[in-house]
């Protein structure tokens, strides 16, 4: 279909007023500013396709949104998608995940939809940080152990927790015992807050295990 003399006649001229102010940028050698620039295209675009570039570029950004099928329950409930094919559950606020054969798909659990308790934040034991580990769950339980090297002194030695309790914490402490030491002198909890705890440790001998449990700060 071709256009009205009229519209032809708009566009020729805003492309001749766009020519002329090309001609003379680069007559007096003068660069162009991003603004400049744009302000050209859109005059083009508008003239030409009814729109300005920023309005072709919108609609093209919303195009490459991922929207998903979806409706209200009854409607997943009914759907056999193709293997790997998402859809939404508009009722119960889940995605449903499709394998090709089952109907309905696979629902996908909402945090708040899962029972129990799980592992939140962990550290795992290295000899870097003297075997120090801890697991924090999501009710806020944590528990931690860790070692106090054979070296670490005799008596009043201090570990801190690598987690804060809120509750002062239940410590239970284990001696690797050296057979070819004769003397095995016991270890005693002195201490215990909520961030640290303090030993007597009456030989050098033996490392210490120590296992700690309770509430997080």
Not at 46 to 58: A, S
Not at 157 to 167: A, D, H, K
Not at 174 to 193: G, L, M, W, Y
Request: hydrophobic letters at 35%.
């Amino acid at each position: 279909m071709s256009l009205p003399k009229s519209e032809l006649s708009e566009i020729l001229n805003a492309m001749g007023n766009v020519l002329t102010r090309l001609v003379d940028r680069v007559e007096n050698d003068h660069e162009f500013q991003p603004y400049e620039r744009r302000a050209i295209l859109n005059t083009m675009y508008e003239k030409m396709c009814g729109v300005q570039m920023q309005e072709i570029l919108d609609d093209a950004n919303k195009s490459h949104n991922l929207v998903p099928k979806r409706g209200d329950g009854a409607v997943n409930d009914a759907y056999t998608g193709v293997p790997g094919e998402i859809t939404v559950d508009m009722d119960a606020k889940t995605v449903r995940v499709h394998d090709g054969e089952t109907t309905g798909g696979v629902a996908m659990a909402r945090v708040t939809d899962v029972n129990g308790d799980w592992v939140v934040e962990s550290q795992l034991p290295t000899a870097e940080n003297n075997y120090t580990w801890y697991r924090k769950y999501k009710s806020g339980w944590i528990e931690m152990g860790g070692m106090i090297p054979k070296n670490a002194g005799t008596t009043s030695v201090i570990t801190n927790f690598p987690l804060s309790f809120s509750i002062t914490p239940n410590v239970i402490l284990t001696k690797v015992i050296d057979t070819a030491v004769t003397e095995q002198n016991s270890i005693v909890v002195r201490t215990v807050s909520l961030d640290k705890f303090t030993i007597n440790k009456l030989t050098t001998n033996n490392a210490v295990y120590w296992y700690a449990c309770g509430i997080s700060a």
